[in-house]
């Protein structure tokens, strides 16, 4: 019995197969299912463990900040967009050492970081000790890295750690 482990990327695979290659031959049905069918098998042990989440509570108050956060960043940019050319924004890149280790929550604080408008994570350090962001209208760096660590790293480490 074929297995399939993930059946919404066999049909996007096939899909995509299909519409790449304008056919509608059985022949080309065929290749489409057995390349579908290789792809899952060879990329089975890419696949990663799954997330242990803790504190559901901690979890959602975490979604309901970053949007509150998306929404007034994006106000802050968009007043900053619209300065006189006297007084130009400024942006900046930051240093901040993180004592998170989690690969999943690793991930969702770089969602974050790309998804509330005026920063971007730029790199990871090797060690996985610190993140290099560039932020949008710094002003006191240091405050950056409290506030970023209290607002993002500390409950993703209570919900992944």
């Known amino acids: 019995m074929i297995r399939?482990?993930?059946?919404?990327?066999?049909?996007?695979?096939?899909?995509?197969?299909?519409?790449l290659n304008d056919a509608r031959e059985p022949?080309?049905?065929l290749l489409a299912v057995?390349?579908?069918?290789?792809?899952?098998?060879?990329?089975?042990?890419?696949?990663?463990?799954g997330a242990r989440l803790r504190r559901l509570?901690?979890?959602?108050?975490?979604?309901?900040?970053?949007?509150?956060d998306v929404i007034v960043s994006a106000l802050q940019v968009g007043a900053g967009a619209l300065r006189p050319a006297s007084r130009p924004a400024t942006g900046a890149f930051v240093t901040v050492p993180l004592a998170l280790r989690d690969p999943y929550a690793l991930t969702a604080?770089?969602?974050i970081c790309t998804v509330v408008p005026g920063s971007l994570w730029s790199?990871?350090?090797?060690?996985?000790?610190?993140?290099?962001?560039?932020v949008f209208g710094v002003e006191d760096e240091a405050a950056y890295v409290h506030d970023f660590k209290t607002r993002y790293e500390q409950p993703l480490m209570e919900i992944f750690e």
Do not use: N, T
């Not at 482990?5 to 519409?19: D, G």
């Not at 509570?57 to 509150?68: D, Q």
């Not at 790199?123 to 560039?134: G, Q, T, W, Y």
């Open 57 to 68: 509570p901690v979890l959602l108050k975490l979604v309901m900040r970053v949007g509150a």
């Open 109 to 111: 604080l770089a969602v």
């Open 34 to 49: 057995g390349v579908a069918l290789a792809v899952q098998r060879l990329a089975r042990p890419l696949a990663p463990r």
């Open 27 to 29: 022949g080309h049905w």
């Open 4 to 19: 399939l482990p993930a059946i919404l990327l066999f049909v996007a695979l096939v899909s995509m197969w299909l519409a």
């Open 123 to 134: 790199e990871l350090a090797p060690d996985r000790s610190a993140v290099l962001l560039h």
